[in-house]
């Protein structure tokens, strides 16, 4: 009888076998996304300036820390609470989701990138994905313009309220689809809504969290970390120092994108796009209604 993971087989444990057929199938799903590079500008132009005015005061380089997660999650919050910029992004209750585009909220050498959730039926994986990584190119260039270098690190936000669960594990596939599958080196799994642990720690919060839902977890090489976006005081700003001083060690200079085959197929589909806006601009009939003499 053939192995059912065979085609996946390397020198990892059993689960991880599991893990990677799982994973396998999930990208396999996902790789009909298609993230154009050739969008018009996401940020718009009060933040390009926000990104500007703050690596134009930062001394060397600036940390770009990108949020990433389910929608709920929490990414809003944790952007005004990271950057003391207590109401820049919106947060909300909402049954529906509430981020609709790219922003930034920016503080002292920190501009902090804040992005539509995963799991918007509205927007949709192809598009959430596609504007994650053109929001972060556009951050590294506004950064770029000032002179100065860009250090980036994702977190990817979830919530101490809720699971971590399959669509979490398709939403880290696809910002792998987004930001280059190396994106895991240069990241963080920040918890928000630490204030509903109460006293409980991480390390027993985590307990119950096993299978793949725990690989791809750990499998963030900046590890775990608590946030309480709602609290004040010394303890609630200790998990904020905690999560910046990760993101600084964990950050990489120049952003996270993908590279090969996925790379070369976001060339390709940009250079289609530019063609055929290219022929409707001239009149000239797309190649498939072309006739043959
Ligand atoms: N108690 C508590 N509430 C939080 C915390 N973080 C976020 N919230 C609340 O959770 C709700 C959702 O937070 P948002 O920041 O809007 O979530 P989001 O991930 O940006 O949501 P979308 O933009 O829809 O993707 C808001 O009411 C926040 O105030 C936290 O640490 N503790
Ligand atoms: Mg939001």
């Given at each position: 009888m053939t192995d059912r993971f065979e085609p996946f087989r390397?020198?990892?444990?059993d689960l991880r076998h599991r893990y990677c057929t799982n994973m396998a199938e999930l990208e396999a799903q996902l790789s009909n996304l298609s993230i154009s590079n050739?969008?018009?500008?996401?940020?718009?132009a009060s933040d390009a300036q926000d990104i500007m005015q703050c690596a134009a005061q930062a001394k060397d380089n600036v940390l770009v820390v990108v949020l990433v997660g389910?929608?709920?999650?929490?990414k809003s919050a944790t952007a005004n609470r990271l950057s003391g910029n207590v109401e820049k992004r919106r947060a909300q209750r909402s049954a529906g989701p509430v981020t609709k585009s790219c922003g930034v909220a920016c503080g002292d050498s920190l501009i902090v990138l804040d992005t539509p959730g995963f799991g918007d039926a509205g927007l949709g994986t192809n598009a959430t994905a596609a504007a994650i990584r053109k929001a972060t190119q556009e951050a590294e260039e506004a950064v770029a313009a000032t002179g100065k270098e860009a250090r980036f690190s994702v977190l990817y936000v979830a919530s101490c309220a809720s699971r971590l669960n399959t669509a979490d594990l398709e939403a880290m596939v696809a910002v792998g689809f987004a930001l280059g599958r190396a994106w895991r080196n240069s990241a963080c799994l920040v918890w928000t809504?630490?204030?509903?642990?109460?006293?409980?720690?991480l390390q027993a919060f985590l307990e119950g969290l096993d299978g793949d839902a725990r690989i791809a977890a750990d499998s963030l090489r900046g590890g775990h970390c608590l946030l309480d976006n709602v609290s004040t005081g010394g303890a609630a700003s200790a998990l904020v120092e905690d999560v910046l001083d990760r993101c600084r060690r964990f950050s990489r200079i120049g952003r996270p994108q993908p590279s090969g085959k996925h790379a070369r197929r976001i060339r390709q589909d940009a250079m289609r796009r530019r063609e055929a806006r290219r022929r409707a601009e001239n009149g000239e009939a797309p190649p498939s209604l072309c006739r043959v003499m």
């Open positions: 390397h020198r990892c444990g050739d969008e018009p500008s996401l940020l718009d389910l929608c709920g999650a929490g809504h630490a204030d509903l642990l109460e006293e409980a720690s």
